[in-house]
């Protein structure tokens, strides 16, 4: 099985801060990655799909980059309703998860 | 506008089964298949398995092989998920998910919470 690992597993940011989230995936996987926000009691949400393509609806302050095994995350100023939980995944796997809070 | 409205909270024995009803609407059912993901407390998402709602097809996370079962209903747009033989490490919330394809899951259920208690 792809083992996938986020870093860091948290972080403190201020709104208007630029903030990157880390994927690695244990083998590559191509450009296979997506990323979902999470918030307390919901579902989670699609932001970014194949590495870098932004889901309908999705503010552009969100970005993904990466192919192979690295991925990367950006939202590029951080706004009051981006604090939560975000995922990687790839095809049936889920990384941990990175929790960003309030600074 | 895609919908996927699930069944309510279970509290359940272990042992015992629970059944968990996904109702679609908004798009061709057909064309998307379904997958089920459940996120035990504090935990991260866990997927558990995908059905074709074309064909029905299956394809089962190996750890859950056996124990859980995904069926569909075209003509109520609903897919179901029922995980037997239910353990304490069952308690989770479970979600629907469409998948729109390489497993991009792009709309979700609102969640059912399932509890196993004795």
């Known amino acids: 099985d792809i083992q996938m690992t986020q870093s860091p597993s948290s972080l403190s940011a201020s709104v208007g801060d630029r903030v990157t989230i880390t994927c690695r995936a244990s083998q590559s996987i191509s450009n296979y990655l997506n990323w979902y926000q999470q918030k307390s009691g919901k579902a989670p949400k699609l932001l970014i799909y194949?590495?870098?393509s932004l889901q309908s609806g999705v503010p552009s302050r969100f970005s993904g980059s990466g192919s192979g095994t690295d991925f990367t995350l950006t939202i590029s100023s951080l706004q009051p309703e981006d604090f939560a939980t975000y995922y990687c995944?790839?095809?049936?796997?889920f990384g941990p998860g990175t929790k960003v809070d309030i600074k | 506008q895609v919908h996927l409205v699930q069944s309510g909270a279970e509290v359940k024995k272990p042992g015992a089964s629970v059944k968990v009803s996904c109702q679609a609407s908004?798009?061709?059912?057909?064309?998307?298949?379904i997958s089920w993901v459940r996120q035990a407390p504090g935990r991260g998402p866990e997927w558990m398995g995908w059905?074709?709602?074309?064909?029905?097809?299956?394809n089962y996370a190996h750890k859950l092989q056996g124990r859980v079962f995904m069926t569909t209903d075209t003509s109520t747009r609903t897919v179901y998920m029922e995980l037997r033989s239910l353990r304490s490490d069952d308690t989770a919330v479970y979600y629907c998910?469409?998948?729109?394809?390489?497993?991009?899951?792009?709309?979700w259920g609102q969640g059912s919470t399932v509890i196993v208690s004795s």
């Open positions: 194949a590495a870098s």
């Open positions: 995944q790839q095809s049936y796997f």
């Open positions: 998910a469409r998948d729109s394809g390489n497993a991009v899951f792009d709309y």
């Open positions: 059905i074709s709602a074309f064909n029905g097809n299956t």
């Open positions: 908004g798009y061709t059912y057909t064309s998307y298949g």
